[in-house]
């Protein structure tokens, strides 16, 4: 799950906690709005730690060796 997809289902929990107040029989729309929020929270948490883990890993690594090597031909050499 992505950083975006976290943030949106935490705010369509909260939309479902806070300001529908539509019942359904069987179904309690308020803890569905919580529990999205919860999945939402675990979600982000799960994300940042992934990107964190991702950049320490990538700076333990030394850069590549990167060599140029050019060879020019003497003209000084040839005749005119």
């Not at 906690?17 to 179904?27: K, L, M, N, R, T």
């Not at 990538?58 to 005749?79: I, L, M």
């Amino acid at each position: 799950m992505t950083i975006g997809g976290s943030i949106a289902l935490i705010i369509v929990g909260a939309i479902l906690a806070y300001a529908v107040s539509y019942e359904i029989s069987g179904i309690d729309i308020r803890l569905v709005g919580v529990i999205l929020m919860i999945g939402g929270l675990i979600g982000l948490v799960i994300g940042i730690v992934r990107i964190v883990s991702a950049r320490r890993a990538v700076g333990r690594r030394p850069p590549p060796a990167v060599r140029e090597e050019r060879y020019y031909e003497d003209d000084y050499r040839r005749p005119y």
